[in-house]
């Protein structure tokens, strides 16, 4: 199932989400439903509250970008109940986008280097290391989790050159390719 994709204005991206628990009823299909609905909107990454649920579940697929990064070319995961570790080494600039965020790119400065523990989709327990643009993205997803999104880590005079079109976004007054909400 396609979800649609919650955009700014929304209370539930400003929430911390909820920690899940092993027996939580019907995990597979809503990490599936994740899946859908980032293929959908042409995403890479997908955090639950994107679609209102309020839960510490991430799905990501870079594998589109293995062409031109041979790196990622495997880079497809479901992150449930992440833990930030560790982020490390000299902040570097990555233009960012959001799903949440129609038609607004900027850039945005993060560490290179991650470790994260998590649990896949079975709630099998993982921690890794994670550089560069893998990194890169399961930080921006992570953020959401916590409530935080990318425009937060941009200096306060860029973001208020945006305020009109974030502005629009609460209306929804933006003309994208899949389907948008706002959640009251
Ligand atoms: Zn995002």
Same mark, same amino acid.
């Given at each position: 199932?396609v979800y649609p994709i919650v955009v700014y204005g929304s209370p539930v991206l400003r929430k911390k989400?909820? $920690? +899940?628990?092993?027996?939580?009823?019907?995990?597979?299909?809503?990490?599936?439903?994740?899946?859908?609905?980032? !293929?959908?909107?042409?995403?890479?990454? /997908?955090?639950?509250?994107? @679609?209102?649920?309020?839960?510490? @579940?991430?799905? %990501?697929?870079?594998?589109?970008?293995?062409?031109?990064?041979?790196?990622?070319?495997? #880079?497809?995961?479901?992150l449930v109940n992440p833990e930030m570790l560790e982020e490390e080494g000299e902040p570097w600039i990555?233009?960012?986008?959001?799903?949440? &965020?129609?038609k607004i790119r900027e850039d945005v400065l993060r560490k290179p280097r991650i470790r994260l523990r !998590? *649990?896949?989709?079975?709630?099998?327990? $993982?921690?890794? !290391? #994670?550089?560069?643009? *893998?990194?890169? %993205?399961?930080?921006?997803? !992570?953020? $959401?989790?916590?409530?935080? /999104? #990318?425009?937060?880590? @941009?200096?306060?005079?860029?973001?208020?050159?945006?305020?009109?079109? &974030?502005?629009?976004?609460?209306?929804?007054? +933006?003309? +994208?390719?899949?389907?948008?909400?706002?959640?009251?």
């Open positions: 199932m989400a909820r $920690h +899940v628990e092993k027996d939580h009823p019907g995990l597979q299909t809503l990490i599936a439903d994740m899946f859908d609905t980032m !293929y959908k909107s042409d995403g890479m990454g /997908l955090a639950a509250p994107q @679609i209102g649920k309020s839960l510490r @579940i991430i799905v %990501i697929d870079a594998t589109s970008m293995g062409e031109d990064d041979p790196a990622m070319k495997d #880079f497809k995961k479901v990555f233009n960012e986008g959001c799903l949440s &965020l129609p !998590y *649990q896949d989709e079975n709630l099998q327990p $993982h921690e890794d !290391y #994670f550089d560069g643009v *893998q990194a890169r %993205i399961i930080q921006h997803e !992570y953020d $959401h989790l916590e409530g935080i /999104l #990318f425009i937060d880590r @941009i200096s306060p005079l860029r973001k208020k050159l945006l305020q009109g079109r &974030l502005n629009d976004i609460t209306k929804c007054k +933006v003309d +994208v390719a899949y389907k948008i909400k706002v959640l009251k």
